[in-house]
């Protein structure tokens, strides 16, 4: 059997993508399937699909023309010999501007104003000690004033030598909007390599293949936003709402398995599980395995969106499991629905008693989501629920969390991103 991976990716299609959002909804979030016809690709609920996407074609005819390349021309990238705009569009990251791109922009951008590199910088605080402490990037503003007008050289030099600069002026643009700033002239292979490889996004898996045979299903968010008036987004994203023609457009695919994030293999072993978002995709997935296997463990579901309204992912799915019995209970966080903020880990501490009844049975705890915020948040709730129900200090408490029940007992499983 092929073994499909980054490097040698299943080509496949898109059967169905459609939006879960009801209208009125600030979100786009999509349900998309994938046939694995004849690719012998088998998953299991808890994996995730990676997908490697293309860019928009416009962004790619805009970036040559920008350049003033011509889109014909051979070149070789990690994935062999193509065109110019072959390799534009399917091997590299032309959505965002990479820091080394805009560092290199200190040897190309060049006018007859004073120039400093960082060896002068370097020349000039060692014999000034009053200078010692100061960043480049003041030290640069002491020597050049000009700098916050619109002197290009200095804009590049201030950019290369703060990490802050650099960061904040990258967050918005990419290399079309870099190259007209600056007006520079790059041959098309000095420039791709400096960009960055096109890497795989992974998407939790949100369907059994047991109930699913012959494809994959995900809940996909999609990243969309504007900067300096042009329309952006995520590259994957944007790719499979906008650019993937359902049956018809190639998509590169592969799985990544997961070692950790699975079901208990006991059916008759309980489940918490909290997926607010797009972090209902593996639950889905394991709703299904659950029903579909048919054990007695009790399934509890915490789910949460902007809106019960606009953000009631699968909820036909939902209520159906609800009047069949297979969801226990399922607990719902609609964070915008009124003037607080309802979160998953506001329900999970209104329940902490019941929580904490069924860590004591032996239940699997699982969340999947936003990291940043949302998994510490509710990391915190839990420690709190065992302080609160299971009677222990701060240190036990920490300690039962973090080591017994997610180190040692594996039973506290988290898939965040
Ligand atoms: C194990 C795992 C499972 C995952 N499962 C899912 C899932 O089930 N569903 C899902 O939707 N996602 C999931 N993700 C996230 C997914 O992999 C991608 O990161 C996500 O879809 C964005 O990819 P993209 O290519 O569209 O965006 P990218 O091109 O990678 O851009 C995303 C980045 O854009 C930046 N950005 C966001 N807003 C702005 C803005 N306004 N201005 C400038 N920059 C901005 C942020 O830095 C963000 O990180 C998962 C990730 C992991 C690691
Ligand atoms: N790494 C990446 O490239 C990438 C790409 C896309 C998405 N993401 C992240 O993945 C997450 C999933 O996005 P999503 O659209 O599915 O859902 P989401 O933005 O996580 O929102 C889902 C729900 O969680 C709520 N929420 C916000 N902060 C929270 C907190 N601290 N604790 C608990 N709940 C909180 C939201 O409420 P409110 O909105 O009302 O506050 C909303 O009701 C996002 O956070 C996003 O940042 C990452």
Redesign the pocket.
């Known amino acids: 059997m092929t073994n499909w991976s980054a490097k040698n990716p299943y080509i496949t299609k898109v059967t169905e993508c459609y939006v879960l959002n009801g209208e009125g909804s600030k979100k786009e979030t999509r349900h998309i399937v994938f046939a694995l016809g004849d690719s012998g690709l088998d998953y299991k609920v808890g994996d995730?699909l990676a997908v490697l996407?293309e860019n928009p074609p416009h962004t790619v005819d805009e970036l040559i023309e920008a350049a003033g390349w011509d889109r014909e021309h051979l070149v070789t990238s990690h994935n062999g010999e193509r065109t110019l705009w072959q390799a534009l569009k399917s091997d590299f990251e032309i959505?965002r501007v990479n820091k080394r791109f805009v560092k290199s922009l200190t040897e190309k951008v060049t006018n007859t104003g004073m120039r400093i590199s960082v060896q002068l910088i370097e020349q000039i605080r060692k014999p000034v000690g009053v200078m010692g402490s100061a960043g480049d990037s003041e030290i640069i503003r002491t020597l050049n004033p000009s700098i916050e007008n619109d002197d290009p050289v200095a804009k590049v030099e201030l950019l290369a030598s703060d990490a802050a600069k650099l960061e904040d002026y990258i967050?918005?643009r990419d290399y079309i909007d870099v190259i007209r700033e600056f007006n520079v002239n790059y041959s098309a292979e000095e420039f791709l390599h400096l960009i960055d490889k096109l890497k795989p996004?992974?998407?939790?898996i949100a369907s059994s293949h047991d109930s699913h045979p012959g494809c994959v299903e995900?809940?996909?968010?999609i990243?969309r936003?504007t900067?300096h008036d042009r329309a952006r987004?995520?590259?994957?994203?944007?790719f499979l709402a906008d650019e993937v023609e359902i049956d018809k457009t190639d998509v590169r695919v592969f799985m990544s398995p997961t070692k950790s994030f699975v079901l208990p293999q006991d059916k008759s072993v309980d489940i918490i599980m909290v997926g607010p978002g797009?972090g209902i995709?593996p639950f889905r997935a394991f709703m299904e395995q659950r029903v579909f296997d048919g054990g007695n463990g009790r399934n509890w579901l915490f789910f949460g969106d902007q809106s019960e309204k606009t953000e009631f992912y699968y909820k036909d799915t939902i209520e159906s499991w609800l009047d069949e019995g297979h969801l226990y209970k399922f607990t719902t966080a609609w964070s915008r629905d009124q003037a607080e903020k309802i979160y998953v880990q506001t329900r999970l501490k209104e329940h902490g008693a019941e929580v904490w009844e069924w860590f004591e049975n032996g239940a699997y705890f699982y969340i999947c989501g936003d990291k940043q915020y949302m998994a510490k948040d509710v990391h915190r709730t839990l420690i709190d629920i065992a302080i609160e129900h299971g009677g222990m200090n701060e240190d036990d408490a920490t300690f039962f969390i973090e080591k017994t029940m997610m180190r040692e007992q594996k039973r506290y499983l988290r898939?965040v991103?």
């Not at 996004?201 to 939790?204: A, F, K």
């Open positions: 995730a996407a959505h967050w918005s996004r992974l998407y939790s995900l809940t996909v968010g990243v936003y900067h987004g995520g590259l994957c994203t944007v797009t995709a898939d991103y």
